[in-house]
């Protein structure tokens, strides 16, 4: 697949550009080849093959843990926090209804709701769709409410969900088998991908986008070995050892915080890829702006602000931690950085022959999507569904390599020397004034 790129590449150079030499191409796009090749695109095509290569010894290692968990048939508490989303309550307990594990207690935590949330909920506990429903009557914020649920938790694992999630019939099933895996592995995520993909262009990229940084993505990490972020919007946790850690942190970024918690505890954490939760993304560029920038503030905030602990030797060190804290702080945040004075220096250092630089950097990351849509196809277990979707590859570069790359800057930068995260309206006001003072 690697070799496809580069041929693509080759035949794109002699058919637009005429003065453009193999060693002024690495040279001009050095960052692309250099940084960005290997670790988005070289590790992708290998995670695909090792994929490929273990089906026989993963479908045999599921069929040992689906036994176990048959066997064992724990208790499990499905938890769900939010505001205002009595809506979506009704839709997800009906997705519950129809999953091949049955086994569960399902708790929702209503969150200071100024709607009529709470007479839903409690219309469907009434109706035995709920278990429990617990309204807090001023907000506290999710990782507040996830907390209360937790405490009122009767099962051995929790699943948490967002309220606007919808799972494929073996989901929890399906997120629950790594558990059984290993006896340390302690949290778990599943794989989200995009329900909405068809509302919009903003919904159809990050769709995409999903499938590439999520669903191949944090398969790489995985198998490295430094996978840090157990989605909110579904993740599996054992149950006791969330108290142990103390639950969930105030936010932005809760769902990687406390995967770093456990990670610092000592625990070993896992990737489900096919474990598949829908759900539904901003559909507007200027609230999916908004949505990223609170979460690119959660990496300065947490990983290089709260959790610096781990990047040397102390009593929570482990190399794989350090590598994964180091690794993520290095390609999101520094690199980020780096990117932005390298953009300026092609845009004034080559003015000359700017426009051929530009389409032939706009060729080559459009050769290397079509390499990563491959290997997104050769995962996912509804390619077909998606296929319409590499018809946005062209758009490709527009949405990773700029839009997303300077919402981060934005956030990075914000939060790095203004501390604004404390100020999102995300966050009720007294909740962050109290976090800042604790250093969370």
Known sequence: MIDIAFRIIDGIAACFTTNLSWDIVLSIYWFLFFIEFPRYYMLDVIAAIRYGATWRKRKNREAIARRMLYIEKPLITVLAP?????????????SLKEQTYQNFEIIIIDDGSDNCSPQI???????????KFFRMRERCGKAAAANFGVMHAQGKYIVHLDADSSLDRDAIEKILLPFYYDRNIKGVGG?????????SLCTAMQAQ????????????????????IISGAFGAFETETIRQVGGWDIGPGLDGDITQKLRKAGYKVHFAE????????????????RQRKRWSKSLVRFRIRKHRDILWS????????????????VYDFILNYVWFFYILGLLFGNGDRLPEIILMGWLIRVAFSIVAFIVIQCVSERSREERFLGGYLVLHTFYMGYFLRL????????????????????????????ARMEGL
């Open 191 to 199: 794989c989200v991908k995009v329900r909405n993909a068809d509302a």
């Open 314 to 329: 102390n009593r929570n060190f482990s190399f794989s931690n350090m590598l994964s804290n180091a690794e993520n702080i």
């Open 209 to 228: 986008e999903y499938l590439r940084t999520i669903q191949v993505g944090r398969m790489v990490t995985d198998m490295l070995g430094i996978y840090h």
């Open 274 to 289: 096919n474990a598949i939760c829908m759900t539904n993304v901003p559909e507007t560029w200027s609230a999916l702006f």
């Open 82 to 94: 939010g505001k205002n989303e009595g809506e979506h309550i009704y839709k997800l307990v009906c």
């Open 121 to 131: 909920c409690e219309d469907l506990k009434q109706a035995g769709f709920i278990t």
């Open 407 to 434: 919402t981060r800057l934005v956030g990075h930068t914000e939060e790095l020397f203004f501390f604004s995260s404390y100020k999102d309206s995300w966050n009720p006001k007294k909740v962050s004034t109290v």
